[in-house]
């Protein structure tokens, strides 16, 4: 069964800082770039980042740019997202997903995302 499962959400108040993380299982998580994304209610679902395969390209969404960090460790099978200088408008839940269509490069399309976790609630309020 493949499987990705987020863990680390809560709330957290502005300025603020959490650590999400997403383990992964059933699959070679090395053949897959690996995106983080958010949704709030009545909004798109956003890629927040996303890194490569390799680890070598990361990508961040221009809000959360210079805030988050995303990294992986292939050989645990996990994917971070270190977020940092937490704003209410972060309020969303966190989707970690794989992308095994392009996953050479970031892919901004989440139909190009084959695998996805159930997502955690993070919320930044005071």
């Known amino acids: 069964q493949l499987q990705l499962v987020e863990s680390g959400g809560g709330l957290v108040q502005p300025g603020g800082s959490l650590r999400l993380s997403c383990a992964a299982s059933g699959f070679t998580l090395e053949r897959y770039a690996i995106g983080w994304f958010r949704q709030a209610p009545g909004k798109e679902r956003e890629r927040v980042s996303c890194i490569t395969r390799s680890g070598r390209t990361t990508n961040y969404a221009d809000s959360v740019k210079g805030r988050f960090t995303i990294s992986r460790d292939n050989a645990k099978k996990t994917i971070d997202l270190q977020m940092s200088s937490l704003k209410p408008e972060d309020t969303a839940v966190y989707y970690c997903?794989?992308?095994?269509?392009?996953?050479?490069?970031?892919?901004?399309?989440?139909?190009?995302?084959?695998?996805w976790g159930q997502g955690t609630q993070v919320t930044v309020s005071s």
């Open positions: 997903a794989a992308d095994g269509r392009s996953a050479n490069y970031c892919s901004g399309n989440a139909r190009d995302y084959d695998y």
